[in-house]
């Protein structure tokens, strides 16, 4: 059976009667980590999400897969070899998803770094996450660096250092990863909020009770280790829990702009730094280029954080300071996005010097939460967690997921084939188009073309609509707008356009009334509102 609405009401139907050997709360990339390395390591194991899958910070990040040069700064070598080491794991593991990308590290006079240190800094970067030869950084001219990506700044503009990272898609990367594992027997449902812990008569976490917002229906869900992974929420577990300690969450807010390529047209990522040495992404992708982050101290509503007026206009002042011929306004900011970085605080340190690995917590009553971290590391930190478990349940299991592909695995050169698809189907087989679509599904891509030719469908976000349904679990139309598809993102137009045709495919999917649809429909209206106007 395909993984959808249908599933989830079985497995919620079914769950009295099972016991998990491993319960998870917390549908982000984290999560879903646990739950493929769980799975594949032959355990029982389930996944609760509150919201969507990857609706928290898994959907929010800059989407690099990258070993973290930033670390290199403050003298974290163990994270840069471990991310480095991860980064070449999750690109043989799904090259669909993460794809390699050149980045450019302009050298200014004045700069945090000069020519010398950049050098060695990169060289290292590349020696500690084991870079291939022919990928390894290239010290580049002043001429030659204004050659390869014109729009910079050329005033104080020294030489650049050219090195190799890789983009992804952070909410695609968090569903792949959970369909991995529910192909290897892991359960995993979405708007599923755990309320409470239960405990045995020895004090031990044998059970947490779910409401499935849906319907507002409590579930009990039994279970031998339990597992918070709930990123910036994990605090609020651990209180429920009664297990907090001297060492608690830190949220800072990360917020990225998204602008029109044609007013950015970059040719490469670029990682400069800004006044007061905070370092920025530029990063082109299909249609548009995103710039950010900036890293605030955060203590508002965790559900999706606002982007102020003021965090774009020091986005757009640092990238108008790099790039001055773009000349990007206000009105030029198509959509945005914000996440909060769930860092472990430290007294007296600012948010930009707290460390970014993650944190194993273990409660005496038998909870561990896993905080902090990154993206790259999803895989890494699994490994640890489930290390824990397996001891735990006194199972002798190693770790596989080194070698485990990702659902829709498929390489570069599958691009070629679905341009070919799509000129079949007498679709526009523009290149960022298939680029798109292999970036985002992968081998799965015919499977949509197919149901084009089928369905007889007019346009391909149709099919798209049709499979996130019948086999992503797609509940609402901000899961597909958002996080299957990226659209409000990096084609906000395109969901102005197609809000209300996919709207109706939803029900008549799931036979939503018209008070129902309005509902939907104008929530993708507000978050249209919300990505794209600031105060
Ligand atoms: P989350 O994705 O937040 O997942 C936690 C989930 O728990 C949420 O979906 C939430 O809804 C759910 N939850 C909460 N309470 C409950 C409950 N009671 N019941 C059930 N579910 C619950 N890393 C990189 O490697 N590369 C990058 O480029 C990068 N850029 C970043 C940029 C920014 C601005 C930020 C903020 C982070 C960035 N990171 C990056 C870090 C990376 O995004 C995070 O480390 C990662 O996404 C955290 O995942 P998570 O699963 O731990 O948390």
């Known amino acids: 059976m395909g993984w959808n609405f249908k599933k989830r009401q079985e497995e919620l139907a079914s769950l009295s009667d099972k016991e998990y050997d491993l319960v998870i709360i917390g549908g982000g990339i984290t999560g879903a980590g646990i739950l493929l390395d769980a799975s594949a390591r032959g355990l029982k194991a389930i996944v609760v999400e509150k919201e969507d899958f990857a609706s928290g910070t898994s959907s929010r990040s800059t989407k690099l897969i990258h070993g973290g040069l930033r670390y290199l700064k403050n003298l974290e070598f163990g994270i840069v070899r471990e991310t480095g080491q991860e980064r070449a794991i999750a690109y043989n593991n799904a090259p669909h998803l993460v794809v390699p990308e050149k980045m450019v590290l302009p050298i200014q006079q004045g700069g945090t770094y000069g020519k010398f ?88 976490a044998n059970a947490v009770v779910c409401k499935d917002l849906l319907n507002n229906e409590k579930h009990v869900i039994n279970g031998k280790v339990f597992v918070n992974a709930c990123g910036p929420w994990s605090d609020e577990i651990r209180t429920l829990d009664k297990s907090m300690n001297n060492k608690r969450l830190h949220l800072t807010k990360g917020v990225h702009i998204v602008i029109d390529r044609k007013k950015l047209p970059l040719k490469h990522s670029v990682y400069f730094d800004v006044a007061g040495g905070r370092m920025i992404f530029a990063i082109p992708r299909g249609g548009v280029t995103y710039v950010g982050t900036t890293d605030t101290d955060y203590s508002e509503r965790k559900e999706n954080p606002n982007v102020s007026l003021e965090d774009v206009n ?99 050169s599958m691009i070629k084939e679905i341009q070919k698809g799509l000129e079949e189907i007498n679709l526009d087989s523009h290149e960022f188009k298939a680029a798109r679509i292999l970036h985002t599904y992968g081998s799965q891509a015919f499977c949509i073309c197919k149901s084009i030719k089928e369905n007889n469908y007019q346009t391909f976000i149709e099919a798209e609509a049709r499979f996130c349904l019948d086999s992503e679990m797609t509940i609402t139309l901000l899961d597909f707008f958002v996080r299957r598809t990226g659209y409000m993102y990096f084609n906000i137009n395109t969901v102005v356009k197609n809000v209300d045709k996919i709207g109706q495919v939803f029900a008549n999917h799931y036979n939503w009334s018209a008070e129902k649809l309005e509902m939907e429909i104008n929530s993708i209206h507000e978050e249209v509102k919300n990505r794209s106007q600031f105060n």
């Not at 950049?118 to 050659?147: F, H, N, P, Q």
Request: aromatic share 8%; net charge positive.
């Open 117 to 204: 240190m950049t050098s060695i800094a990169l060289r290292a970067y590349d020696w500690l996450a084991g870079v291939e030869k022919s990928e390894r950084r290239k010290m580049l001219s002043k001429e030659k660096t204004l050659e390869i990506e014109p729009l910079l700044k050329p005033d104080k503009l020294k030489g650049s250092g050219f090195y190799s990272e890789y983009r992804t898609d952070d909410a695609r990367l968090t569903l792949e990863v959970i369909k991995t594992a529910y192909h290897r027997g892991g359960v995993a449902l979405n708007y599923c909020k755990a309320e409470e812990l239960q405990y045995d008569k020895s004090g031990q």
């Open 314 to 412: 020091y986005l757009l002042d640092a990238a108008n300071n790099m790039f001055p011929k773009a000349n990007i306004e206000l009105t030029d900011v198509e959509s945005s996005w914000a996440g909060l970085r769930p860092l472990i605080h430290e007294d007296g340190k600012s948010p930009s010097e707290l460390s970014r690995k993650d944190e194993i917590f273990l409660s005496p009553k038998g909870l561990i939460t896993i905080a902090g971290g990154k993206l790259t590391g999803y895989r890494v930190m699994a490994k640890k967690v489930l290390d824990i478990v397996c001891k735990r349940l006194d199972v002798d299991a190693k770790c596989t997921t080194d070698n485990i592909r990702i659902n829709g695995y498929a390489e570069a």
